[in-house]
């Protein structure tokens, strides 16, 4: 598939996604979130893939946000849809996914674009980055995940916070919220981004799946007392006995010798 909206780098295992809108600061219109979508499904279907590392193009933004023009006139059935999609296209997608995404932000991570970091599992931030969810300054409230993501990130309070007043956050700042992983110096992001993902993709990429479902699951209010996080993780751990990664990860160890995954 071509993109009109996306740059995609493959080194190794690990590919970078670049949403390129430079000129719109990267935001997030329809046609974009779809391509996402697309590319989300193969990056999850190509075995060889063990990591992806999602940014934006130039050095302002990472996303801005969504492209309020395309929904200004929205009424609230489309707005609810426009939720829906968005969410079963691309953050869901990228929070579920049994392979690690990387939010690389490199500058403005507001709305829709604070979201699209969030949905993902790690996030490193440049020291120039700002992030917020201005949304009720626009009469709406997150609408990707960000009531539920940013919460479960930072707690009720600092979450609300955020949301309520529509500030924006420093890198530092973000950093003690608990909202990014790292902070480092703009010309280094990619570098430590990439010493990241080079780390996860070196190990076994059923037992960083079951990693994935098992943490996921103690993040889910909807399930039952028997899928919740600890059994899913007890479950998700026996799992991983009949694997082919378990047999040549204890054989590596036994062998002293690095594991071939």
Request: hydrophobic letters at 40%.
């Amino acid at each position: 598939m071509e993109y009109q909206h996306l740059l995609i780098r493959e080194e190794g295992n690990i590919r970078t996604i670049t949403i390129n809108r430079e000129s719109k600061l990267n935001a997030l219109n329809g046609e974009t979130i779809r391509e996402l979508g697309a590319i989300i499904d193969d990056t999850e279907k190509n075995e060889g893939i063990r990591v992806a590392i999602i940014t934006g193009a130039g050095d302002k933004a990472f996303v801005a946000g969504a492209d309020i023009s395309e929904f200004s006139n929205y009424n609230a059935s489309q707005g609810e849809e426009l939720a829906r999609i968005g969410q079963q296209l691309v953050f869901d997608r990228i929070h579920h996914s049994a392979k690690p995404f990387i939010a690389a932000i490199n500058g403005f991570a507001l709305g829709g674009g604070l979201e699209l970091a969030m949905a993902c599992h790690i996030r490193v931030a440049s020291e120039q980055a700002k992030m917020g969810l201005p949304e009720v300054s626009l009469g709406l409230i997150p609408g990707y995940g960000g009531t539920q993501r940013l919460t479960q990130l930072v707690g009720r309070g600092k979450a609300l916070e955020l949301i309520m007043t529509a500030d924006m956050l420093t890198a530092t700042e973000a950093l003690s919220w608990g909202l990014v992983n790292h902070v480092v110096e703009g010309p280094g992001l990619m570098d430590k981004v990439g010493e990241i993902a080079a780390r996860i993709a070196q190990r076994s990429g059923t037992a960083v799946a079951a990693a994935i479902r098992a943490v996921n699951a103690g993040l889910d209010p909807t399930l039952d007392p028997t899928r919740n996080g600890y059994e899913t993780e007890i479950k998700a751990f026996g799992t991983c006995f009949g694997t082919r990664d378990f047999t040549e990860g204890v054989s590596a160890f036994l062998e002293k010798r690095k594991p071939n995954f």
